[in-house]
């Protein structure tokens, strides 16, 4: 399918009404923590947790046309395309019926957020960016105790190795529009989520520019 044929198609699987009125984004590789702070986000601030990761591999299990794609590029650490990680995107938004995400480690690639903001015509309020060594992914990612068999060292390597290679121009992205925070995701989890919710706490009062006293 054409982009302007997929565009047409995507933008009639989510309406006006159920537009999210507020969207956070938390960027980092694996292992940075980004999903262990979108889950506590989610909990204290109200808003849905979205990983586009958990959502394509949901989808890798179902019965679709697209599942044993999916898990095979999953399984080798690649992207899948953005015409097939949007629309699932949009659908699980469009199903949660919530007004407030908070989406892990989306959009990861500048096609994938190209095509997602000209959609949903949606654009993100916060951009957090989990700052994290190579080394320190590498060595969280080993000692998860997950069952998810994508998690071997070489997969982790690759893993991280894209998200430099593709999620890099998204961040320079949205830094440039001067949407984007970066959180030391060295420290603790608990250090971790004492910086990140003050975000938060000054989106829920709509005094976004004042993170610039941070």
Same mark, same amino acid.
């Given at each position: ?12 699987? #989510?309406?006006? +009404?159920? %537009? ?5 984004? #938390? ?6 923590? !980004?999903?262990?702070?979108?889950? &506590? #986000? ?9 990983? =586009?990761?958990?959502?394509?591999? /949901?989808? *890798? $299990?179902?019965? =679709? ?6 898990? %095979?590029?999953? !399984? +080798?650490?690649?992207?899948?395309? @953005?015409?097939?990680?949007? @629309?699932?995107?949009? !659908?699980?938004?469009?199903? *949660?019926?919530?007004? %407030? ?11 994938? &957020? ?9 654009? @993100? ?9 190579? +080394? ?6 080993? =000692? &998860? /105790? ?7 060292? +070489?997969?982790?390597?690759? &893993? ?16 440039? /529009? ?7 995701? $060295? ?9 990140? %919710? ?17």
């Amino acid at each position: 399918m054409g982009t302007t044929g997929m565009n047409a198609k995507v933008s009639n699987e #989510i309406s006006v +009404e159920k %537009k999210p009125k507020k969207v956070a984004i #938390i960027l980092g590789g694996p292992g940075s923590g !980004k999903g262990t702070q979108c889950a &506590r #986000i989610s909990k204290e601030f109200g808003y849905t947790h979205l990983s =586009s990761g958990e959502i394509l591999r /949901k989808e *890798s $299990r179902s019965q =679709s046309d697209k599942a044993e794609m999916i898990g %095979k590029m999953l !399984k +080798e650490g690649a992207l899948v395309p @953005p015409d097939v990680t949007v @629309p699932l995107v949009v !659908k699980a938004m469009d199903e *949660s019926k919530d007004t %407030k995400f908070v989406f892990d480690g989306f959009p990861r690639d500048e096609e994938t &957020r190209s095509l997602f903001e000209e959609i949903t015509k949606i654009d @993100p309020e916060l951009v957090l960016y989990f700052d994290c060594p190579d +080394e320190v992914m590498e060595k969280r990612s080993l =000692s &998860r /105790k997950e069952d998810r068999d994508d998690d071997v060292l +070489e997969t982790i390597r690759g &893993r991280i190795k894209v998200f430099h290679d593709s999620t890099r121009p998204v961040i320079n992205y949205y830094e440039q /529009k001067g949407k984007l925070w970066k959180v030391d995701a $060295r420290k603790s989890k608990e250090e971790v989520y004492e910086a990140v %919710k003050v975000f938060f706490i000054l989106q829920e009062y709509d005094k976004a520019n004042c993170c610039h006293i941070l």
